[in-house]
């Protein structure tokens, strides 16, 4: 986007990172594409590929097999596969990269060296399997339930909208572990998916986002050791989430900027080139008007990113800053893709035309990872 302003956490070291992150796209994820949305998931040596250019670990420490960078690094990916077009696989590596910061975060140490190695190169994949058909946005709501027997949880119940749903080696699993309790009752377990009584249901069926496997999980009778269990401590998982919404929220955001970007980008470039009653629609009034006002809120919303992408790297975010970022980034993703079809006109709704998969793919920016009502909430409550 041509503006005269440099984001300040950019460095020589991250521009080159980014090209990097911008030639796998060009080479390894854009041919395949199309095939991918017709299956419905993501071929699996895409994730090997990218664990080996260190996309899957880059803002993770060389110790546990991770490349060592910062948030920042992160930040490039996501921007990168935004501008691409390659959403699907955006939101399905964000889901696997906050698996890994799980486990940095609170996993014991045999719990690292057993999982972050095969996260960082690919090797293994991860969903986090949080959403239930009667909870939402409401965490402590599950009803998934993991009972102590002896040396074993038993866990029994049902997860929906788990992005790698079908695909996932290992799912950060929120369970019930005292259900008297509400978060104080929750806990996560690193749940293997070949655990006896693990089955997975149907490959859901989306507005948008056609090649991110997102799936129902059943969990029947399922046996796992009392070591898969999060941590130290039962009663933690509520907590746990809460500290690491953070880092979803802001990485959804982050890839919001990149669609509003490349959104405004060619929109401009079809409004030089359409022509409409002997001119080119650049020409008019209203049209003009409209990509001022794209081109303001995007550099308004490229300056609110790089406050929050900066407070990621310094460790100094909070669950408010992360959840306005969130709202309000989404918001103005789907405010500014819809002006963009419009300008397109019916070219705009063919799905030949990138515009048309942002416009899809966009709609759900709005409810993961918290919806914008629950962003509000959370903001207004530390009013």
Known sequence: MPLNYTSPWRTEETDAFRD??????????????????????????????????????????????????HFGHSAVIAEELARAGANSFRICLAIHVIAAHYVVAYGTEEQRARWLPGLCSGDIIAGVAMSEPVGGSDLQAGQTRADKQDDVYVVN?????????????LLLLA????????????????????????TVGRRLEKVGLHA???CELFFDDCRVPISTLLGDAEGRGFYQMIEQLAYERVIAAVGAIGVIEAAFDMTLEYARERKAFGKSIL?????????????????????????????????TIDGELASMSKYW???????????????????????????????????????????????????????
């Open 157 to 169: 119940g049902s997860k929906t909208f788990i992005t790698n749903g079908s695909s996932a080696d």
């Open 283 to 315: 020409d008019f009034q209203n049209t003009r008007f409209v990509l001022a006002g794209i081109k303001t809120d995007a550099l308004a919303a490229r300056c609110f990113i790089d406050l929050a992408i900066q407070r990621m790297i310094d460790g």
């Open 20 to 69: 990097a992150v911008r030639r796998f796209i060009e080479d390894e994820i854009t041919p395949h594409e199309k095939a991918w949305d017709a299956q419905g998931f993501i071929d699996r040596t895409l994730w090997k590929k990218a664990g080996d250019i260190g996309l899957l670990g880059a803002d993770i420490a060389e110790e546990h097999g991770g490349v060592g960078g």
């Open 212 to 214: 991110s496997d997102t």
């Open 329 to 383: 980034m989404s918001e103005r993703l789907a405010e500014i893709v819809d002006k963009c079809v419009q300008v397109f006109g019916g070219y705009g709704y063919m799905t030949e035309y990138p515009i048309a998969r942002y416009y899809a793919d966009a709609r759900i920016e709005r409810i993961y990872g918290g919806t914008t009502e629950i962003m509000k909430e959370i903001i207004g409550r530390a009013l």
């Open 175 to 198: 369970v019930k572990t005292d259900p008297a309790q509400r978060a104080h009752g929750t806990s996560m377990l690193l749940f293997d998916t070949t655990t006896p009584g693990f």
